[in-house]
């Protein structure tokens, strides 16, 4: 069973018309900031905090939550969260030249998502979420982060024979998570704590081991799972793995399966069910304090219907993002740095540096945006991937928003 926490009754200022939630003040802990920041529209030094509708909805949940969680039995502990995010830095950053060997530090909304999954605690002190569901656009660190916790649960959560594994379609893909917590551990001072083996990873002290897992695996039943990582879950063809992985929570106290993943196509498939529970979870409309999500994307007519088109001379109305607009391009990829060409700076300090944790590149981003804007089928790509909105076909020949734009009932009768 989970020690309790010390009780923390100082209340803290970003929340006096919220109720007492933390020992910070405004800007010290990082899930009040990143919330107040974006129910705000300005984060701590005065900049617009653009972000889109969901995850303003995932941040008034977490604001309303420290107001009325005690009522459902529920408290935040700052100490776990803090100590989760704490641990990311002892780990050590492996792929790129600018990276590697530097400690891993997140960005404000990544922190934001670790303090939620590992911050909120249940009534008999064991955490609340056993689900949790990011979604985002490409390049952004997903990965990383979920081999980052995978690593927490497997060395330091105290969990005696835990089981950690790294779930995905493929083999191939499973790896992806297992060599992060393999490659982010190995130069960090857990390291002589551990075994490392071509496909397994195991704590003698503990007899925990962490392995990767996929659908053509040998065998997916018999797991006593403490921690898994679900990966693009959107390229899953069935539910099968993520249908097992669930099922096999259920004898430890605390576990947890982290759903990590990109838009998709399949708008019939296990992926955008989980993407559809969640919503209804946002909007209220269904209650389950065991499932933690976010989405990042643009706000799209598909997600809300009373938007209108972006080409629409209404005044009245708010239009649907324009997906060239680099402005917005921050809601699907909050780990974006750069500076747009309206001169908005994402993820760059006061002095123009680089801020530790925002690793996509906004120029990047604008070169895939400039041949998608010539090649519809590059635009189904860079919409669906990159601005991580969901669409129905695998390559479109001809912009949508110009055949619309086209539209005539006219009738035309060709002569021979």
Not at 233 to 253: E, F, K, N, Q, W
Not at 391 to 398: A, D, G, Y
Request: glycine share 6%.
């Amino acid at each position: 069973m989970p020690k309790k926490p010390k009780l923390i009754s100082i209340k803290c200022i970003a929340c006096t018309e919220y109720k007492d939630c933390t020992s910070y003040d405004k800007w010290g802990c990082p899930a009040v900031e990143y919330a107040r920041s974006v129910l705000d529209g300005k984060d701590r030094d005065g900049k617009d905090m653009i972000a889109c509708r969901w995850v303003k909805l995932a941040c008034e949940r977490f604001i309303d939550d420290l107001k009325n969680g005690k009522k459902r039995g529920l408290y935040f502990d700052i100490g776990a969260a803090d100590l989760a995010i704490k641990f990311f830095s002892y780990l050590r950053l492996w792929k790129g030249r600018e990276y590697k060997g530097k400690h891993f530090l997140m960005g404000k909304h990544f922190q934001f998502i670790i303090s939620n999954l590992m911050g909120w605690k249940r009534a008999d002190h064991t955490r609340r979420f056993r689900i949790g569901y990011v979604e985002m656009g490409r390049k952004q660190s997903k990965t990383s982060v979920a081999g980052g916790l995978g690593a927490y649960f497997f060395i330091v959560d105290g969990e005696e024979g835990a089981e950690i594994y790294s779930a995905a379609v493929t083999r191939d893909q499973a790896k992806l998570v297992w060599e992060n917590i393999k490659n982010l551990t190995k130069p960090s001072k857990f390291a002589p704590g551990i075994n490392y083996y071509t496909h397994n990873l195991s704590i003698e002290s503990t007899w925990s081991k962490c392995e990767p897992l996929s659908s053509d695996s040998k065998s997916l039943d018999g797991l006593d799972t403490h921690f898994a990582s679900l990966d693009e879950l959107h390229a899953h063809p069935d539910p099968r793995v993520h249908d097992l992985i669930i099922d096999s929570l259920g004898s430890r106290s605390q576990p947890m399966v982290l759903i990590i993943t990109t838009a998709g196509f399949d708008q019939a498939g296990v992926c955008y069910q989980r993407r559809e529970y969640l919503t209804q979870i946002l909007k209220k409309t269904i209650a389950d304090d065991s499932f933690f999500g976010i989405i990042y994307t643009l706000d799209t007519k598909k997600d809300w219907p009373g938007l209108v088109d972006r080409t629409s001379k209404s005044k009245t109305k708010t239009k649907e993002d324009d997906w060239q607009d680099e402005d917005v391009w921050v809601k699907a990829m909050p780990s974006l740095w750069g500076i747009t060409k309206n001169g908005i700076p994402y993820g760059i300090d006061k002095n123009g540096e680089q801020i530790p944790g925002y690793m996509a590149k906004l120029s990047d981003v604008r070169e895939k945006a400039l041949y998608a804007a010539s090649n519809p089928a590059a635009l189904n790509n860079f919409q669906c991937k990159r601005l991580n909105i969901w669409t129905q076909q695998l390559s479109r020949w001809i912009d949508l928003q110009l055949w619309d734009s086209n539209f005539t009932s006219d009738v035309y009768v060709m002569e021979q």
